[in-house]
């Protein structure tokens, strides 16, 4: 069975995919912001560092200066875990090169611009993104992450549809 990484630019609908697999009964689906499968690292030290609760404190130089990335040894278990089921890992961290060759397929949800601003400054339950700065750092990188992840073979799927339809889609490129 694959392990497959559902990921795209921040505000692309990772976390609503995650959650729609799991009403949808499947059980090996994580988002990977929480469980400790990625976290904030300081690019200089390579030292793990605390997300920052105030909004004044999460600028662009602060982003700058740090790197979220998820936990190889994290995402080795879950390849290992994936020989007997599919599993989804949804979520996005900037260098997620560093495990791509653990995952059997890469799913990129691909929001325009207008779209990804629009969900980001009115999204919920996560504030990554709401900051001018943040939010300035995430449209800056917005054409690249796609490009990278294209060149790397990762399977698109235009995510401003029904979540509904989105879903249904990754589950028939994954089963």
């Not at 793990?48 to 080795?76: F, G, L």
């Not at 599919?86 to 961290?93: F, N, R, V």
Request: contains cysteine.
């Amino acid at each position: 069975m694959p392990l497959i990484y559902v990921t795209g630019n921040a505000g692309a609908g990772k976390s609503t995919i995650c959650k729609e697999l799991k009403a949808r009964g499947y059980d090996e689906v994580y988002d990977i912001d929480e469980n400790n499968i990625a976290a904030w690292y300081d690019r200089a030290t390579g030292e793990r560092v605390e997300y920052p609760k105030k909004d004044e404190q999460r600028t662009k130089a602060w982003n700058d200066k740090h790197s979220y990335k998820m936990a190889r040894s994290r995402i080795e278990q879950f390849a290992k875990d994936s020989k007997n089921e599919t599993i989804y890992l949804c979520g996005q961290s900037i260098h997620d090169e560093e495990v791509w060759d653990l995952f059997d397929d890469t799913i990129f949800l691909v929001v325009d611009k207008e779209s990804l601003k629009y969900r980001l400054t009115n999204r919920e339950g996560n504030v990554f993104g709401k900051t001018p700065g943040e939010l300035t750092a995430i449209m800056e990188v917005h054409d690249s992450f796609q490009l990278k992840h294209q060149k790397n073979g990762a399977t698109f799927i235009e995510a401003t549809r029904q979540i509904s339809k989105v879903v249904e889609e990754i589950i028939n490129l994954t089963q």
